[in-house]
């Protein structure tokens, strides 16, 4: 990443600072609002209390009621700004920093869990988006309005201002710092445990059946507890931190209006202040308080975003096993796939590919049979370009992948992975996922290829059934049959099948694969499995060992 995180985000809202810009205006305009009815009422009251004619009161009845509405006005306003520049930001921020993590997750993301990714990545992203306007504004209209109140007060009666400021000046540098610095540990120990809590809650929902069928279940409920009572131990510090600063921001609200009551009184005694006055000195110096009151939160918030920042960045920071190049060439067609030399390995392990040379065209059945662990999984993620090689080359009609934009090798070669996802929608929207404008009759010929099409035209619904979540509703080869008819109706020319009759009992394995190698289409399908196929359905049978290819019979042989 070029810049700091927290750096990149402040850019990111740049289109919409003008937005957040307004809406600071607005919140210093109600509150400048706010001070300045205090400040007329009071004079109001004292003015009244002399029974002078109506008239004279007029204009201080006037600006009464026009500071009361715009403080109304300038607060919705406020409001309704803030929230749309609040919103655009998020938008964009989600869109820029999933399109980060985006090229990370085909090459896998070490150490991270699906509670983690769902409870932290988001709402860091959302804690992010709050820098603006939680973060920066406060402290500008804070500034704005309290250095006008000080000013004002000075205008009547320089000590008023004085002890004004002298009030005002910790409540808005020692509190907040005194906040951040009771917080900081505390910032980053929230989201922890906020997603270990979403970590351990998604084990238990997707864990059940097993914990339930093992008497594991207290044990992992106590985990969820244990991570519960972390998170309410934080949230109990942080109100008495809240607590501590709101009751600080009033003793000095107390202590200044005193003060500044006193010096009034003093400066009436002696006639340097107009009696009717003094009542507005103390109700306007009351009043700047309140633009500071916000102030430690804003410095909480601020803590927040950066530790979200800093997360995400670290998330993100680690370099895409794949990237387009700058002027990527036109979509290939995916006449021949083709690897020379290839070498790949993880990061601090062995050679998992050592020298794999490979070849496979359209209408061509190959099966690649190996152990697990041999790296079938690592050369299926090179043939679409999950990643990149170490060593050597993966070519698609004569050309490097590297050389292609990613999503067009993919057109061209379609991985069906072992964990198929089925989304909690409709089989219809689950296959057309591959096509979004592909015609119904498309989508039941892709069914039809799979092998599956007589059993979802006697669903209840057919096309339109739900699946549930994860694909619930359906069993593993009906699962790994829409998944392939997704592939089909892809309209790739070379298929990659990764492990495809994972978990399933051999029957339906074995149907499942000849169904596959069997199809007439002219697609090319490479099959990687850990069982040869039925004898008779691939045209060539390879053995990975030992990170190199050796070819066997038709029949599966070894050689």
């Not at 006005?73 to 989600?94: G, W």
Request: proline residues 6%; hydrophobic residues 50%; aromatic residues 4%.
């Amino acid at each position: 990443m070029s810049r700091a995180p927290l750096a990149e985000s402040v850019a990111a809202a740049r289109p919409v600072a003008h937005r957040f810009a307004g809406a600071a205006l607005c919140g210093a305009l109600a509150f400048g609002s706010g001070v300045a009815l205090m400040a007329t009422s009071g004079y109001l009251i004292s003015r009244a209390a002399l029974r002078p004619q109506v008239v004279a009161l007029a204009v201080a009845i006037t600006a009464v009621r026009a500071f009361s509405l715009a403080r109304a006005a300038f607060r919705y306003a406020e409001r309704l700004v803030s929230h749309d520049a609040s919103l655009r930001l998020l938008r964009e921020l989600r869109v820029r920093w999933f399109r980060r993590l985006e090229p990370l997750v085909p090459g896998g993301l070490p150490g991270a869990r699906s509670g983690d990714l769902l409870s932290g990545f988001v709402a860091d992203v959302e804690a992010v988006q709050h820098l603006y306007l939680r973060g920066f504004a406060p402290p500008l209209v804070a500034l704005t309005v309290g250095a006008g109140t000080v000013a004002a007060l000075a205008w009547l009666l320089p000590a008023a201002g004085f002890w004004l400021a002298l009030g005002l000046l910790p409540a808005a540098l020692v509190l907040p710092a005194a906040a951040a610095a009771l917080m900081r540990t505390a910032a980053s120990r929230r989201t922890e445990a906020r997603a270990v809590r979403a970590a351990e809650t998604v084990e238990l929902l997707h864990g059940a059946p097993d914990l339930v069928a093992f008497g594991r279940v207290d044990e992992q409920l106590g985990r969820i507890g244990a991570a519960d009572a972390a998170l309410a131990g934080i949230a109990r510090r942080d109100a008495r931190t809240a607590g501590f600063t709101s009751a600080s921001i009033t003793l000095l609200t107390a202590a200044a209006t005193l003060a500044v009551l006193v010096v009034g009184l003093n400066a009436a005694h002696r006639g340097a202040l107009p009696g009717v006055l003094l009542a507005a000195l103390a109700l306007a110096a009351a009043a700047a308080f309140e633009a500071v009151r916000p102030l430690p939160e804003a410095a909480r918030d601020l803590l927040t975003a950066h530790g979200a920042a800093a997360r995400l960045g670290a998330l993100t920071a680690r370099p895409a096993p794949a990237a387009d190049a700058p002027r990527p060439l036109p979509a290939p067609r995916g006449d021949l796939l083709r690897m020379r030399g290839v070498r790949a390995r993880h990061a601090g392990s062995p050679w998992v590919l050592d020298g794999v040379d490979l070849d496979l065209r359209p209408g061509e059945r190959v099966a690649l049979l190996g152990p697990s662990g041999a790296g079938k999984s690592t050369l299926a993620h090179l043939l679409v370009r999950f990643r990149d090689p170490d060593e050597g080359a993966v070519t698609l009609d004569g050309h490097d992948l590297r050389d292609y934009a990613q999503d067009d090798v993919r057109r061209a070669v379609c991985l069906v992975d072992q964990h198929a996802h089925l989304f909690g929608t409709t089989i219809r929207a689950n296959v057309a996922l591959a096509r979004p404008d592909a015609a119904e009759p498309e989508i039941v010929d892709a069914l039809r290829r799979a092998r599956v099409w007589d059993w979802v035209s006697g669903l209840p619904g057919g096309l339109d059934a739900h699946v549930g979540e994860h694909g619930a509703r359906v069993s593993g080869g009906q699962r790994q049959r829409i998944a392939l008819a997704r592939a089909f109706l892809s309209g790739a020319r070379l298929l990659v099948l990764d492990e495809p009759t994972a978990h399933l009992d051999p029957a339906t394995a074995r149907d499942l694969l000849t169904d596959v190698l069997r199809d007439t289409s002219g697609t090319g399908i490479l099959l990687i499995t850990h069982t040869p196929p039925p004898p008779g359905t691939a045209d060539r049978v390879l053995h990975l060992r030992s990170g190199r290819l050796q070819e066997a019979g038709a029949g599966g042989e070894d050689p």
